[in-house]
C-alpha cells in the first residue's frame, strides 16, 4: 500500500471513528512498518501530491520513475483519492433492564421523569432544527407509549452518531514504460453501512493477462469485538477474522486482545488458521513490555512472536510518521526448526532494520525541506566480511533510492 494512501485513509478511518488499531490486521502491520518498510526503488523518485479541492476531500497523486521492467524507459502511476463523511444522529430504541415489578414501582411516582441515555462520544453540538427533526418521534413515544400500549419505560433511548453511506473511493493506474504498453489498475471503496460496519473492496486488474482480481470484507467493529468476513476471487477463497479486547484498562491505557482467523481457498485446497493475541500500553507505564504480540499458524508450524517499544504508542503523527521505537521480530518453522531473527529501529523519520538472517539491512531517512517538500533516501545492503574490504560501499548495494515528495 502506498504511503499516500495509507496516510488518506488514516484521515477517513479518523473521521469516521474507525480505530485501525483494533483490526486482525494491525497486529503484524505494526512491525511491517519498522522491518519490512518501502525504500524508494529507483535511483531518483518524483511524487506529487496534493489536495485538488480545499472544501472537500478530494487527493491526487503522480509518480514518475525508471521503470523496472526496461531500460532507458520511464514508468509512473496516477492515483486519485476522494472521501465524503455523512455524519447523522440516530435515535436508537432497546429494551431497559426493569422487569414488570420496578416498572409499577416507577409508574406509580409520578415525580420520575424517563431516563434519556447518551453517547457519551456524542460531543458535537446540534441545529435545533436537526435534533427536533431526529428526535420527535421518538419522542411522543417516551410520553405517551407506543401503538402497542406498552409501559414507556420499558425502553431506553440512546442517541448516538451514524456515518452510514459515507464512502472512501482510491484509484490507481501503473504505466509499466514497457514495448508492451502494459498498465496495471488497482482501487480500493470503503462504504459504511452503520456506525459499526463497513464494506472494503479491493480489485487489481492486469491489460496483459485481461484478468480481473477482487477481494471483499465485510467488517464489523465495536468497542470490544472485531469482525471480518472475506472473499477473494484469485483462489475462491472464503476467510473470517475475529479479535476481542479480554482484559482493558482505561487507567493504564493498557490493553490485551485475542483474536483468530479460518480460510481457505477452493481453487487450490488450502486451509489456513492461526491465532494470535496482543498486549499493548503507554511509555508512561514502567515494568511493562509496551507491546508484545505472538501469532500462531497450527498447519504450518509458524510461531511469530514480536516485541517493540512505541514513544506514545496511541497518540502520534501518523501523516508524518515521527515516532520512535523500536521493534524485534522473531520467527520460527516448528517443523524444520529454520528461524529468522529481525530488528527494527525509528528515530523520528529515521529507519533501520537488520535481518540477521539473510544479513540484510534496510535504512531509509527523511528530510523535510520545507513544509510542502520532502526528501528520502534509503537502500538495501548486504552484511558480508568483505564489507570493510571493499573500497566502494556501493558495491553490497542491493538496491537503492532517492524520492522527492511535494504535499500540497
Not at 494512501?5 to 494491525?26: A, C, G, K, Q, V
Not at 480489485?203 to 465485510?218: A, E, G, H, Y
Not at 524444520?336 to 535504512?363: C, E, H, M, P, W
Amino acid at each position: 500500500m502506498d504511503s499516500y494512501l495509507e496516510d488518506i485513509l488514516f484521515l477517513y478511518n479518523r473521521d469516521t471513528h474507525w480505530d485501525e488499531t483494533f483490526t486482525y490486521s494491525y497486529i503484524i502491520k505494526t512491525t511491517n512498518d519498522l522491518i519490512r518498510f518501502n525504500i524508494p526503488s529507483t535511483p531518483f523518485k518524483l511524487s506529487l501530491s496534493a489536495k485538488t479541492t480545499e472544501n472537500s476531500n478530494t487527493f491526487s497523486n503522480f509518480d514518475i520513475y525508471k521503470s523496472q521492467f526496461k531500460n532507458q524507459q520511464l514508468q509512473g502511476h496516477i492515483s486519485y483519492i476522494i472521501y465524503n463523511v455523512n455524519e447523522s444522529i440516530e435515535v436508537l430504541k432497546q429494551k431497559n433492564r426493569h422487569n414488570n415489578h420496578n416498572i409499577n414501582i416507577i409508574n406509580q411516582d409520578k415525580d420520575i421523569n424517563p431516563i434519556i441515555k447518551i453517547n457519551q462520544s456524542f460531543k458535537k453540538s446540534l441545529h435545533i432544527n436537526d435534533y427536533i427533526k431526529n428526535f420527535s418521534d421518538y419522542y411522543k413515544d417516551l410520553l405517551i407509549g407506543n401503538q402497542n400500549n406498552e409501559v414507556q419505560n420499558s425502553y431506553d433511548y440512546l442517541r448516538t452518531k451514524s456515518y452510514k453511506n459515507s464512502k472512501f473511493l482510491y484509484g490507481k493506474m501503473l504505466f509499466t514504460g514497457d514495448n508492451t504498453g502494459r498498465s496495471i489498475t488497482s482501487g480500493m471503496y470503503i462504504k459504511q453501512l452503520s456506525l459499526n460496519t463497513r464494506l472494503m473492496m479491493k480489485f487489481q486488474s492486469d491489460s496483459t493477462t485481461q484478468s480481473l482480481n477482487s477481494t471483499s470484507s465485510l467488517q464489523f467493529q465495536n468497542a470490544n469485538k472485531f469482525m471480518e468476513l472475506t472473499y477473494n476471487t484469485t483462489e475462491t477463497l472464503i476467510g473470517f477474522k475475529m479479535l476481542k479486547k479480554i482484559w482493558n484498562n482505561p487507567l493504564e491505557k493498557s490493553c490485551f486482545k485475542l483474536g483468530f482467523e479460518v480460510w481457505h481457498g477452493f481453487k487450490n485446497f488450502t486451509p489456513h488458521s492461526s491465532i494470535s493475541f496482543q498486549y499493548d500500553t503507554v511509555s508512561s507505564q514502567q515494568g511493562k513490555p509496551l507491546n508484545f504480540s505472538m501469532d500462531i499458524n497450527p498447519l504450518l508450524g509458524h510461531l511469530i512472536v514480536t516485541f517493540g517499544m512505541w514513544e506514545n504508542l496511541h497518540h502520534y503523527d501518523s501523516i508524518h510518521r515521527k515516532r520512535s521505537g523500536m521493534f524485534s521480530h522473531f520467527f520460527l518453522n516448528v517443523y524444520s526448526l529454520k528461524s529468522k531473527l529481525n530488528i527494527g529501529y525509528q528515530y523520528k523519520q529515521l529507519k533501520v532494520a537488520v535481518n540477521f538472517t539473510d544479513r540484510y539491512l534496510r535504512f531509509k531517512h527523511g528530510l523535510q525541506l520545507s513544509d510542502k517538500f520532502t526528501l528520502s533516501f534509503g537502500a538495501v545492503m548486504q552484511l558480508d566480511s568483505d564489507l570493510l574490504n571493499n573500497i566502494n560501499p556501493l558495491d553490497n548495494m542491493l538496491n537503492y533510492g532517492l524520492e522527492l515528495k511535494y504535499i500540497g
